[in-house]
């Protein structure tokens, strides 16, 4: 069984940054796609980024150029650097896990999930 356990989130103004961690516990393989989701209120959850160890990252389109995600396989610990933020990155942020490389951002691909940081951007 993985747990997974975010860190990180807060308030922000609007153009600051934020870097949320995970800690992962359990058995991960080693080509497994850890990615971050995130979910506004009375939105669906949408994926952000995610990477694997084979070197593939994806990002959804509203976040490429100002967030970084990044993974330190030792530590078993996912990373999400978010820069120029906006209020409408306002969310509670999720990291999950798929156990096959990562193809794309879809929630029913992804079979471990945190409980959530909530990240709130002010204008």
């Known amino acids: ?45 949408e994926g952000v980024a995610g990477i694997d160890t084979f070197g593939r990252i994806i990002y959804a389109d509203s976040v490429k150029g100002r967030f970084t995600i990044s993974r330190d396989s030792g530590k078993n610990t996912l990373y999400l650097q978010m820069n120029s933020l906006t ?3 306002t969310a509670m942020y999720y990291c999950a896990v ?5 193809t794309e951002l ?5 079979d471990y999930w945190g409980q959530g940081t909530q990240v709130t951007v002010s204008s």
Not at 13 to 41: D, E, N
Not at 98 to 102: A, F, G, W
């Open 106 to 110: 879809s929630t029913g691909r992804f």
């Open 87 to 89: 209020p409408e990155d």
């Open 98 to 102: 798929d156990r096959s490389r990562c």
């Open 1 to 45: 069984q993985v747990q997974l356990v975010e860190s990180g989130g807060g308030s922000v103004q609007a153009g600051g940054s934020l870097r949320l961690s995970c800690r992962a516990s359990g058995y991960i393989y080693s080509g497994s796609c850890m990615g971050w989701f995130r979910q506004a209120p009375g939105k669906e959850r």
